[in-house]
């Protein structure tokens, strides 16, 4: 993990600032300097919605170095209430409670972890309302 | 004079774990044996396109000089990157030097290593870098994490049930079990699939493909080349070559029940070779989880969309059925060395249309097709190839 990219990416990851164009309108989720849809360069920071619906979700059982510490865990893709979607984890739930359409809410947490004595990564993931 | 573009040598180490194999090793067996099959000297290779996902380690990425030293050749080498698809990325720009009148003679290696990076999550780190690393995997994703959502979109939309998708690996076990080149040359039955604990519900422990060792290698060459050296081995034209994209993160896509740069690739590829997908007797296609195979032939065309599941279930695809998909064994059976992949593939639609597949020959190939694909879809190579005489 480099701490010049976990800086970078803090707005995004803390608090889910994507973009809105105001050309036309789409809300996009990461942002980008231009609007993915219409390439118009007259975008401004919009912050995602806070809740959403679940679209798919699975168990994973084995990832990468430092997200194993977690497994197994749940992902899920995620529909935001502002019609972005997103993935990410599910928490705070079992894996057979959980039902397509289920109403969620986003959640600050660890995302990774770099050893016992290395950076720790946060983000947000998703808990059942 | 018009300007076709033909396979004129093939050749492929086994593939599989070797430890005590380099880059190098394996390399240098598939260039050789490529070009003792195509009957050429090794001095008129004018530049060596290399498909590689990983190369040589995580800190070797420039492998095009080691490759030329190891296989004693003078041209010029370089590798270009397109995930698990990067042995098709590579095909498709050897082609297209051909094809622009600029190379008479060039040779495609796809290569790849991966035994070295089995233990402690390093191939799921790998396997990430060709889906959306940011915010796909970082986030918790994995491959086969993505692949689910896939499967569970395919099985809610069109009724495909668990097991129709382990039909798939089932025959494309039985498939590998005939070719000399695969990883795992038996069949597994189909309760074991089903029965097998799940890594990333609905997906199974033994669904997947396994990431490994291996090497193959294609010359191709120009018509005007043909004409005037005539080498000896029985030529195969390559009819299209075509690139699609998509996405790279899913939840950026309108849908999840096509895989879309599959289908703009194989519209722009048949559309080159003149042909339709009834045409089409062979194929060989990305079956890194059992929808990619689903959604690959419904996409390609092969089957009607949403009928993948109950095609294969009804033996459309077997070997010798209406269109035989993966001979080889596919990515299952024959094993995933990520750029060799998408070049093995191409090698087996050449062996088919030579009539030297052996046993698992179909008979009376008159066009085959590959699909290789990056990630989830996001970039999908497709290429026909037909008999010489065409």
Sequence with gaps: ?129 | MSNEVYIIGTGQTKFGEFFNLNIGDLASEAVNKAIENAGIGKDEIRTLFIGSTVSNSLSQSSIGGICTRSCSLSSNAYRIESGNASGAAAFHHAFLSIKSGLYDVVAVLGIDKLSDYIQNGTIEKILASSIDYQWEYEMGATLTGLYSFLTQAHMEEYGTTLEQLAYIPTKNHQNGVLNPKAQYRYAIPLEKFLNAKRIADPIGRFDVATPCDGAAVVILASERYIENKKPHSYKVKILSSSAGSDTLALQHREKLTELKATRLAVNDAYNKAKISANDINVAEVHDSHPIGEILAIEDLGLVPKGEGGKATVEGLTALNGKITVNPSGGLKARGDPFGATGIAQLIEIVEQIRGNAGKRQVEDVKYGLTQNVMGTGVMSYVSILGRGDN
């Design chain 1, 1 to 129: 993990m480099e701490p010049p990219k976990i800086w970078r990416e803090r707005r995004e990851r803390y608090l889910g600032i994507g973009i809105i164009c105001e050309d036309c309108q789409k809300k996009n989720f990461p942002k980008t300097r231009i609007c993915p849809d219409c390439g118009s360069e007259n975008v401004k920071p919009y912050k995602i919605a806070e809740r959403g619906t679940l679209k798919y979700f699975t168990q994973i059982m084995n990832t990468g170095d430092e997200l194993i510490f977690n497994t197994p865990y749940i992902v899920g893709l995620v529909e935001l209430e502002d019609g972005i979607k997103v993935t990410a984890q599910i928490v705070d739930c079992d894996f057979k409670e959980l039902r397509k359409g289920m109403k969620l809410e986003k959640t600050f947490r660890v995302l990774a972890r770099n050893g016992k004595e290395g950076l720790i990564k946060y983000g947000f993931k998703f808990r059942p309302i």
